[in-house]
């Protein structure tokens, strides 16, 4: 059984800042892993129904907090908590369609974070992602 976006609606976990430097919100629902991307019949590769749709939900569960940021010239940090009630895949897809659901909204790409810390937790029902984010102040080399 699949979900279609426009059966969900965003939830705010927490009240937003009003910071131009840190965001926080919720993405209601179990995760969904990034998927390989296929290959087509003319031979070209795309990324897979399901995973666009959930970057699209993370990008409007976003949105229905704050407008877009689009931040090309800052780092970022980023702390995720994945709530979850069925096991959702690894932990490593499970970011990427997270940070992928971001590019375009928070920053221009998720090449931009230079510090991720993410969580799972295991929940008997309400299934949901929390994502802290933040720009990264540590100085590089």
């Known amino acids: 059984m699949t979900r279609t976006i426009k059966k969900q609606s965003a939830d705010i ?6 910071s131009d430097n840190f965001v926080h919100f919720r993405v209601r629902g179990n995760p969904t892993p990034k998927a390989r ?11 897979p129904k399901k995973t666009k749709q959930y970057e699209t ?7 229905s907090v704050y407008e877009p940021v689009l931040d090309a010239k800052h ?8 709530c979850y009630t069925k096991w ?3 932990i490593d897809n499970i970011m990427k369609s997270l940070l992928d659901g971001l590019n375009g909204v928070l920053w221009m790409d998720d ?22 984010c933040w720009m990264y102040n540590k100085k590089e080399k």
């Open 88 to 90: 959702c895949g690894d």
């Open 57 to 63: 939900w993370v990008k409007a569960s976003f949105m």
């Open 75 to 82: 780092n970022w940090e980023v702390d995720i908590e994945v």
């Open 37 to 47: 991307p296929r290959r087509g019949r003319g031979g070209q590769f795309y990324t």
């Open 13 to 18: 976990a927490l009240t937003p800042r009003k």
């Open 111 to 132: 090449k931009q974070v230079r510090s991720a810390k993410i969580a799972l937790v295991k929940v008997d029902d309400n299934p949901c992602v929390y994502i802290k």
